[in-house]
């Protein structure tokens, strides 16, 4: 069936250099996407978002990629610091009735002081 | 602003006993809610989500329901644990086609 997935299941990254969380989605469909950051023991909080109609979008540090064509999204943290340390999710949204969210398996990311 | 309460925070019951865990969302009104189980390590799994008072629907086939007999109320039932529900569970709000909001989640541990 339709999924979403993660590349790489664990990231280790050098303080203050930049992480990059890939992400794959399978439904051409889906038009509203999400990452999320969990820290441990803790519930997932949002980081940003981004609609099918975009290919970036930009927050605080973080920047969302879009590539429709082959179906990726993907995460950007500049200067990560050792607070970025969690699990990041990416989700996909189905349209169509009610709101449902397919979420990925989830990226670990460490951060090497 | 809105908040999400879930508790207890963490469970540890015998299997065969019965489970209740409830969410109460503050600050806002008919919310879409969503129960997820969340395996150590692993994703989130959809139980149930619901749109409106009464209105349940599950995603999985699993021993576990789900309730909302108010707006702002969302309540994950089992009448009889088994040792593979043990997870972490969380719940969840968002309005229509945005950003769903967690809740600090459940450890639930079954014996």
């Known amino acids: 069936g339709e999924s979403v997935g993660l590349h790489l299941p664990t990231l280790s990254v050098q303080e203050g250099d930049n992480s990059i969380i890939n992400c794959a989605y399978s439904?051409?469909?889906?038009?509203?996407f999400i990452w999320y950051k969990q820290e441990s023991g803790k519930g997932p909080q949002f980081i940003i978002d981004?609609?099918?109609?975009?290919d970036k979008r930009q927050g605080q540090r973080v920047t969302v990629l879009l590539n429709k064509t082959v179906k990726h999204l993907s995460l950007q943290i500049a200067a990560t610091q050792p607070g970025d340390s969690a699990v990041y999710f990416c989700?996909?949204?189905?349209?169509?009735?009610?709101?449902?969210?397919?979420f990925g398996t989830g990226t670990k990311l460490q951060v090497i002081p | 602003s809105q908040t999400i309460h879930q508790w207890p925070a963490t469970l540890v019951q015998p299997v065969g006993s019965p489970l209740s865990l409830e969410c109460t969302v503050e600050?806002?009104?008919?919310?879409?809610l969503y129960w997820y189980r969340q395996a150590a390590g692993r994703g989130l799994q959809l139980l149930f989500y619901?749109?409106?008072?009464?209105?349940i629907s599950s995603e999985v086939p699993q021993n576990l329901s789900a309730s909302r007999p108010q707006d702002r109320q969302f309540i994950l039932s089992s009448k009889k644990l088994l040792l593979s529900d043990s997870g972490f569970y969380l719940c969840?709000?968002?309005?229509?086609?945005?950003?769903?909001?967690f809740g600090p989640g459940t450890r639930l541990t079954v014996t």
């Open positions: 600050g806002t009104s008919n919310p879409n």
């Open positions: 989700a996909e949204n189905r349209p169509g009735g009610y709101q449902k969210v397919t």
């Open positions: 969840a709000w968002s309005h229509g086609a945005g950003e769903q909001y």
């Open positions: 439904n051409s469909a889906s038009d509203y």
């Open positions: 981004i609609r099918s109609n975009m």
């Open positions: 619901s749109v409106g008072i009464g209105q």
